[in-house]
């Protein structure tokens, strides 16, 4: 795979660089992305009509029962070389940051130190009315526990079409990209806000956005495209960087 020997240059340089990743990146390790049709039980669902407050309110079984059996297909999964190669650039990077929107925790599992998770993790509860967080249960249990502070219902602690996300996290992202030099977005569709907007304030700060997605987003426009899959490029790129 060749890529632009100033691109190179500038990454063996650079320190401040932030890796902006998607479900795309989860994708080779067998966990289907947010716009692929699902499949089996849930064939008949889109994610988007599961994945909001009003669902949950309205059929919270339904809803438990989809993050249930996602727990189940994660706890089966493992880091793909994406993975793999971004904490190997996090190890030789003195102050990258890592921003995913993924819920999943393969980041951790490859290495990754610190991953700022703007979206949750379908790995932590909390209650659905007082907020207060809740263990983890078995991922066989088909209902939703009780909150034992206030009676209210379990829910994934991961944020839903209509919330706002965390703020501490989204601050520390967007911190570091307006101080970024490089921010190499991955496998996102770049269209869920304001998770978005991350690589488009680094742009306006100055930053290089370098994008690799196997097709085009609404970002390309302002982002130097490697277009492939993130488990072939990203090992290519170190390669190419550090000779790894
Ligand atoms: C590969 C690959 C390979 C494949 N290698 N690549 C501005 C404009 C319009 C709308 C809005 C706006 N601001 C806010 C909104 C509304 C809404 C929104 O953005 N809607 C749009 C869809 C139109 N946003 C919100 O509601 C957000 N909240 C909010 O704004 O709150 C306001 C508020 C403020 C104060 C108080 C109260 C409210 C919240 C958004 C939360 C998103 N949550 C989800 C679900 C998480 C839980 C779960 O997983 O169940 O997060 S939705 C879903 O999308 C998930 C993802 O993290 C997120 C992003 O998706 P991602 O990662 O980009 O995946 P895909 O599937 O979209 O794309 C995969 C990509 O990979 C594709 O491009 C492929 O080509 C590529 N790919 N294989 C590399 N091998
Ligand atoms: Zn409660």
């Not at 990454?11 to 902006?20: G, K």
């Not at 009003?54 to 993975?83: G, I, L, M, S």
């Not at 490859?110 to 991953?115: C, F, Q």
């Amino acid at each position: 795979m060749e890529f632009a020997p100033a691109l190179i240059e500038q990454l063996r340089h650079a320190s401040r660089v932030v890796f902006f990743t998607g479900a795309g990146v989860s994708a080779e390790s067998g966990l289907p992305t947010f716009r692929d049709a699902q499949t089996g039980l849930w064939a008949n669902y889109k994610p988007q009509d599961l994945a909001t407050p009003e669902a949950f309110a309205r059929d919270p079984q339904t809803v438990w029962r989809w993050y249930q059996w996602r727990r189940r297909v994660h706890a089966d999964v493992t880091p793909n070389p994406a993975h793999h190669a971004i904490a190997a650039f996090e190890a030789r990077l003195p102050e990258a940051v890592l921003v995913t929107q993924n819920v999943d925790r393969l980041h951790e599992l490859a290495g990754s130190p610190a991953p700022i998770h703007l979206h949750g993790s379908v790995f932590r509860n909390k209650c659905a009315s007082c907020g207060i967080e809740m263990p983890e249960v078995p991922h066989d249990l088909e209902t939703p526990p009780a909150c034992p502070d206030c009676g209210g219902l379990c829910r994934p602690d991961v944020v839903w079409f209509g919330e706002g996300l965390p703020p501490a996290p989204w601050q520390a992202a967007v911190d570091a990209a307006v101080k970024a030099e490089v921010v190499i977005s991955i496998g996102t569709s770049a269209t869920v806000h304001p998770a978005a907007r991350i690589p488009l304030v680094a742009r306006e700060a100055g930053a290089l956005v370098v994008q690799v997605n196997p097709e085009p987003t609404p970002q390309d426009k302002i982002a130097l495209n490697l277009r492939g899959k993130a488990g072939a490029v990203l090992p290519a790129l170190l390669a190419a960087v550090w000779g790894e």
